[in-house]
């Protein structure tokens, strides 16, 4: 019998600068995201244009299978990133719904 694959969570913090090259990159960007979403390896995705910084937790067996991943983004090239392995994954999309008695 094989060894289940343990998965841990992540949390990486992305730094991006944009040029005009930048934002046509976005369209295969956001592809390969919604796979990663649709396969269940990205948890959250979230962007910020304001402070040019991005935030995905996602699942993965260590660090390196994190950057594997972040390399495959067509917007790699424009990111500095840091990673952080997570403790606690919580919230409220993560816990059964509160049953009500009608």
Known sequence: MDAEIL???FQ???R???DDEFMTHVPAHRVYINSLIENG???QYLVSMESRR????L???NK???????KKSPL?????YEIDELFLFDGQHYRLPVVRLN
């Open 54 to 57: 991005s935030w995905i937790t």
């Open 76 to 80: 790699y090239a424009y990111w500095k």
């Open 59 to 61: 699942s993965a067996q």
């Open 7 to 9: 998965l841990k969570k």
């Open 41 to 43: 390896i990205i948890d």
């Open 12 to 14: 990486v913090t992305i």
């Open 64 to 70: 390196i299978s994190v950057i594997e991943y972040l």
């Open 16 to 18: 991006f600068e944009m």
